[in-house]
Nanobody, 122 residues
Framework: QVQLAESGGGLVQAGGSLRLSCAAS????????MGWFRQAPGKEREYVAV????????YYADSVKGRFTISRDNAKNTVYLQMNGLKPEDTALYYC???????????????WGQGTQVTVSS
């Protein structure tokens, strides 16, 4: 069992930056791949970024490539999402999730946090 808690969301102007954190409790965090997903009002949840259990492999949605960076610190049981160059279309509820293998498909993830709101004003 893994419990996840996101933090770091907020209101920022376009072009600004935010760093999201996801703290995990429970055993074997380092054995899980971790992903960030987001859901805007009236839209389906979409994949943002994924990192393998070791941190050696990362994957990004085309819409955030070059602007967002996912990382993890297994000693701290935490995964991060550094978001730079934020755009109004990045406004969404951001979730972190844990999966037993590396996947960009939300349906494959076993554990989810409650989400943290990111709002980007124009």
């Amino acid at each position: 069992q893994v419990q996840l808690a996101e933090s770091g969301g907020g209101l920022v102007q376009a072009g600004g930056s935010l760093r999201l954190s996801c703290a995990a409790s429970g055993r074997a965090f380092s054995s899980y791949a971790m992903g960030w997903f987001r859901q805007a009002p009236g839209k389906e949840r979409e994949y943002v970024a994924v990192i393998s259990w070791s941190g050696g492999s990362t994957y990004y949605a085309d819409s955030v490539k070059g602007r967002f960076t996912i990382s993890r610190d297994n000693a701290k049981n935490t995964v991060y999402l550094q978001m730079n160059g934020l755009k109004p279309e990045d406004t969404a509820l951001y979730y972190c999730a844990a999966c037993r293998y590396t996947s960009t498909m939300a349906g494959n993830y076993d554990y989810w946090g409650q989400g943290t709101q990111v709002t980007v004003s124009s």
